[in-house]
């Protein structure tokens, strides 16, 4: 099976992740984008962009925006500009909220792993978590802060699609509303796991891009039987390899899959060959969502240039 790019994609994704001239990305300079080469999306076009084979595709979901990377924790604006630094890439990211309504960037319920905080999240006001410094996936701590949603949202545009993880009890109102607030529906999908959240999601704001869990023919058939349109959705279909018929399917609709290669899938890639997530591809996934962007990027980017 060849692996379909469009000739456009290459000029596109180039713009999304140019490596900055300094190696050295400082905090200021991250949250005031110097760093970065900008691109644009058009208004309206991320549904048409966002399916198999267009110049988007494949591509890298960097997973809480990069992992394992000394001095640079997940989930934070630095880790964001470094993966953005060596290749192009979605940045995948987690929603949380402090006890007095902030939005906020954090995957777990407590801050003990990720910051030198203890407590948990959502009991824990944003002045508290605005003094912390994050901590990396080796448990050094860096000189970076916890970042707001809205931070975030201002360093993606015209930079990078956001693919954004709700965390339980974070509501999707106040979500949707920052996406629309900071004007940025064009670059981001909402990540959701089950159809009553989709159509919560699509219902706020029926423009978005949903990320739709399809791991079955059976979950398949309960979305396609749902209120989301198939034009909005993004299909991830687990983290372990589906049948191609999964794919297949999925593609007939125009509906791009994301394969979960972080955990197992990552860690047979690296013990093996970075070749292998050629195999997903061909598979039909067209989007690998992995804890390891920036090599799986490299073999796209081989792949491209061939």
């Known amino acids: 099976m060849l692996i379909r790019v469009h000739p456009l994609y290459f000029i596109f994704i180039v713009c999304l992740g140019c490596r900055s001239n300094s190696a050295n990305t400082t905090h200021s300079e991250v949250q005031s984008g110097t760093q970065l080469d900008q691109t644009k999306i058009p208004s309206g076009t991320l549904p048409n ?88 996936d080796f448990g050094t701590i860096t000189p970076f802060s916890v970042p707001t949603f809205e931070e975030t949202l201002v360093f993606a545009k015209h930079r990078a699609i956001l693919s954004v993880d709700v965390k339980r009890n974070v509501p999707f109102d106040a979500v949707v509303k920052a996406i629309e607030d900071a004007d940025m529906i064009d670059y981001v999908v909402v990540i959701t796991y089950n159809v009553a959240d989709a159509e919560t999601v699509h219902e706020l704001n029926n423009h978005l891009m949903i990320s739709v869990s399809i791991r079955n023919q059976e979950e398949w ?77 490299e073999v796209l980017a081989k792949e491209r240039n061939r």
């Open 49 to 136: 962009l966002m399916v198999p084979y267009s110049r988007l595709m494949p591509m890298v979901s960097a997973h809480r925006g990069g992992r394992n990377i000394p001095e640079y924790p997940e989930n934070s604006l630095e880790v964001f500009a470094y993966t953005l630094q060596h290749t192009p890439a979605m940045l995948e990211c987690d929603v949380n909220i402090t006890s007095d309504g902030q939005l906020i960037l954090m995957h777990d319920n407590s801050l003990e792993r990720t910051t030198n905080g203890s407590g948990i999240v959502q009991q824990t006001d944003w002045r508290t978590i605005s003094k912390l410094k994050l901590v990396d």
């Open 221 to 297: 058939s309960r979305m396609k039987n749902s209120k989301v349109p198939t034009n909005r959705m993004v299909a991830f279909t687990g983290t372990r390899l589906s049948p191609k018929a999964l794919f297949d399917t999925l593609h007939h609709y125009d509906i791009p899959a994301i394969l979960g290669t972080l955990g197992n899938l990552d860690k047979r890639v690296e013990a093996r060959n970075d070749s292998l997530y050629l195999d997903y591809l061909r598979l039909g996934a067209n989007i690998l969502a992995t804890d390891r962007p920036i090599e799986a990027g």
